[in-house]
């Protein structure tokens, strides 16, 4: 099994560029976040989905919007990218249990 | 808001020393986990612990949830250089149940462990 994959790994945007980050899960999980991990803040919630069909905002949702496009699929999209959305976006699933997985990450540069 | 404050913030040491590793809050939690994660990777979960007061061990990796279930730590003993990484605590956000489960996370210690 795969578990979560995310794509692109890397990307370099300049500022107002537009792009959307792709992460799908293999494991049947009905929740799925996005995280951002920025240093010396660790990683902090940006939207979640609890289950297909139903998206909401964490605790940095600004600049962001969110497509929870199958039970499978949840992704991100920065419509006017800014240098301040430099960081390591992480996607998450969880099952039953309480843990989550993540996937590896996309680094994101916006000059 | 609900903080976890996990210390130290970067921690360097030797193969074959032990290390404790915390995870403090004023706030009560349900339970809480730990994750570690490597350069280049997403975390990975190692452990949850969920009653106040219990112990759980993975191989030499010893994990403590507080009696008040308001802290947690980690101690690991002989460590060795694939130890090194990044260690993060978290634990479910109040109100945050059901569908609507959320994980507030600590900011992490790094640790490196030398050969």
């Known amino acids: 099994n795969a578990g979560v994959t995310q794509t692109p790994k890397f990307q370099v945007l300049k500022t107002g560029q537009s792009m959307t980050l792709q992460c799908a899960q293999d494991?049947?999980?009905?929740?799925m976040y996005w995280y951002r991990q920025d240093p010396g803040m660790g990683l902090r919630l940006i939207y979640y989905?609890?289950?297909?069909?139903?998206?909401d905002k964490g605790e940095v949702p600004n600049g962001y919007n969110v497509s929870r496009l199958n039970k499978r699929e949840f992704s991100l999209r920065l419509e006017s990218a800014a240098p301040s959305q430099t960081s390591v976006y992480f996607c998450?699933?969880?099952?039953?249990?309480?843990?989550?997985?993540f996937g590896s990450g996309t680094r994101l540069t916006v000059v | 808001t609900q903080l976890l404050e996990q210390s130290p913030q970067f921690l360097s040491i030797q193969e074959g020393e032990n290390l404790t590793v915390y995870c403090n809050s004023s706030?009560?939690?349900?339970?809480l986990q730990w994750y570690r994660q490597e350069p280049g990777e997403g975390p990975v979960l190692l452990v949850t612990?969920?009653?106040?007061?219990e112990v759980k061990k993975l191989k030499r990796l010893t994990f403590q949830f507080g009696d008040a279930r308001k802290d947690s730590s980690l101690h690991i003993t002989a460590a060795q250089p694939g130890d090194t990484g990044l260690y993060l605590c978290?634990?479910?956000?109040?109100?945050?149940?059901?569908?609507?489960?959320?994980?507030?996370f600590g900011k992490g210690t790094l640790l490196t462990v030398n050969p």
């Open positions: 989905s609890a289950s297909e069909g139903t998206t």
């Open positions: 978290a634990g479910p956000e109040i109100n945050s149940g059901g569908s609507n489960y959320k994980l507030t």
């Open positions: 706030s009560v939690f349900s339970s």
């Open positions: 494991m049947n999980h009905n929740s």
């Open positions: 998450a699933s969880r099952g039953a249990g309480r843990g989550y997985t």
């Open positions: 612990v969920v009653t106040g007061g």
